[in-house]
Nanobody, 126 residues
Framework: QVQLVESGGGLAQAGGSLRLSCATS????????VGWFRQAPGKEREFVAA????????YYADSVKGRFTVSRDNAEITVYLQMNSLKPEDTAMYYC???????????????????WGQGTQVTVSS
């Protein structure tokens, strides 16, 4: 049973930083793409960032490009989302997700991901 657990959310001031973690159990992230999504109150869940199955390619939504960085640890059991220069509009519940098939290309499409964490809240004050 694959499980994902996010952590690292909290309250930050505009311009500040937070680092989110997504830890997996049941299997490692080796050869599996991982994505980060977020959902603000009253809005649809949206793509934030993703890291490919190799860990060498990353993808970002235009709204976070240049401010957020997704990475994977060498043990391949944790994926991080480093968030810098935070803005109030980054306030949302953040979710990590992983695909079910090896070597599946990282995607911005929610339906491509089979496993989801419970989310971690990020609140950015102005």
């Amino acid at each position: 049973q694959v499980q994902l657990v996010e952590s690292g959310g909290g309250l930050a001031q505009a311009g500040g930083s937070l680092r989110l973690s997504c830890a997996t159990s049941g299997r490692t992230f080796s050869n599996y793409a991982v994505g980060w999504f977020r959902q603000a109150p009253g809005k649809e869940r949206e793509f934030v960032a993703a890291i490919n199955w190799s860990g060498r390619s990353t993808y970002y939504a235009d709204s976070v490009k240049g401010r957020f960085t997704v990475s994977r640890d060498n043990a391949e059991i944790t994926v991080y989302l480093q968030m810098n220069s935070l803005k109030p509009e980054d306030t949302a519940m953040y979710y990590c997700a992983s695909v079910a098939r090896k070597f599946y290309t990282a995607s911005h499409v929610m339906n491509d991901y089979s496993y989801w964490g419970q989310g971690t809240q990020v609140t950015v004050s102005s």
